[in-house]
């Protein structure tokens, strides 16, 4: 099974732009869809987007459609998540998650990273 660590968080202005990564452990990485979620204070936690190998496609919220760009690198065992034209509603703890190919749930999850945007 992998372990995930991420980095990237921090604090910038609306409009600014981030770009979090997540690190996997172990040689399996290839085997492992990933998704990033987020969850903002007082609200559930939601999915963000998800790579190529979660289906074929990759999957934006409607709220980060346009703004916000998965991509992964099988040799780092990294996924990135490219986060353009923030704004404050962005503000959230930031999670990645791993899903064995062909499984349902994403079962491998890192320790999250803070992203606060401000107004």
């Known amino acids: 099974q992998v372990q995930l660590v991420e980095s990237g968080g921090g604090l910038v202005q609306a409009g600014g732009s981030l770009r979090l990564s997540c690190a996997a452990s172990g040689r399996t990485f290839s085997s492992y869809a990933m998704g990033w979620f987020r969850q903002a204070p007082g609200k559930e936690r939601e999915l963000v987007a998800t790579?190529?190998?979660?289906?074929?496609?990759?999957y934006y919220a409607d709220s980060v459609k346009g703004r916000f760009t998965i991509s992964r690198d099988n040799a780092k065992n990294t996924v990135y998540l490219r986060m353009n034209s923030l704004k404050p509603e962005d503000t959230a703890v930031y999670y990645c998650?791993?899903?064995?190919?062909?499984?349902?749930?994403?079962?491998?999850w890192g320790q999250g990273t803070q992203v606060t945007v401000s107004s």
């Open positions: 790579d190529r190998r979660s289906g074929g496609s990759t």
């Open positions: 998650a791993a899903r064995m190919l062909g499984g349902q749930v994403y079962d491998v």
